[in-house]
């Protein structure tokens, strides 16, 4: 994994200005904002920073962000916006403590679509449950919690297909419980692209528990940007952003460790 995102760098920051991401980054305010202010946060698979330095500006006391690719970090440090915000190359995979743990919030937006396999599902949850302290919460990105990841990724592809400004999930291959899955954004300063997973919603639900993560598990629902934010960096279609609550493209999981 961190290959291919050496690859990409900073320029992952252009796929941030889509439609979708700047959906899916409404959606995580909303998930934190209950308890963001004055928390602790743990950022894991941060990147280039961008989420880990929304949640200091939406009201963190402190943001420490992890990845494994170490050109991503070093893009990360490179945009902090305060001290409150830091960055380490780490492992999330690995169960371990990153900064002294008991951290009020972890947050993994994409972070658990990585995990090839329930195992490796687990052994992510064993990192959040291991940083978080008891009382806190996880709210990750994930793609949609479906019953059978192939048919939604099929669904999606016909009702948002492949184009510019679009992120598209296409099929690789058949794994154990989902799906393999190439992720496709073509932009106007070109394509970025990596592959990922798509496992089963059991999956993301059973791995939690075994992984430590025992308190309430809610899937959230997406919400449209307000009105007059709805209309960002592309020309939209009419029903642009209908498609996308017809067939999400992610979901919000928020699950809390007692």
């Keep these: 994994m961190s290959t291919q995102y050496d690859n990409i760098g900073a320029s992952f920051n252009e796929m941030q200005k889509l439609p979708l991401a700047k959906l899916s980054a409404y959606n995580v305010q909303v998930a934190v904002s209950p308890f963001i202010k004055g928390a602790k946060v743990l950022d894991l698979a941060c990147g280039t920073g961008l989420v880990t330095n929304n949640l200091a500006s939406w009201g963190a006391s402190s943001v420490l962000g992890i990845d494994i690719s170490s050109v991503m970090v070093e893009a990360a440090k490179a945009g902090a916006i305060s001290e409150k915000v830091q960055f380490e190359v780490g492992d999330c995979f690995k169960p371990r403590v990153f900064g002294g743990g008991n951290y009020d919030l972890v947050v993994g937006a994409w972070l658990l679509n990585y995990a090839p396999n329930k195992q490796t599902m687990i052994d992510i949850y064993r990192t959040i449950a291991a940083n978080l302290k008891d009382g806190g919460r996880f709210v990750g990105v994930t793609p949609h ?31 154990p419980n989902g799906m393999r899955t190439h992720v496709l954004s073509m932009l106007a300063s070109g394509n ?38 709805q209309d960002v960096a592309l020309d939209l279609s009419e029903g642009y952003w209908h498609k996308h609550l017809a067939v999400p493209h992610f979901a919000i999981l928020v699950i809390s460790k007692t």
């Design 192 to 229: 970025i692209e990596f592959d990922a997973y798509h496992l089963e919603k059991a999956v993301y639900e059973t791995s939690a528990n075994e992984g430590g993560l025992t308190g309430e598990l809610t899937w959230q629902p997406v919400y449209l940007l307000p009105g007059e934010n």
């Design 145 to 175: 919690p479906a019953e059978d990841p192939k048919s939604h990724i099929q669904k999606a592809l016909e009702a948002r297909p492949v184009g510019l400004g679009e992120v598209a999930v296409l099929p690789l291959e058949e794994v």
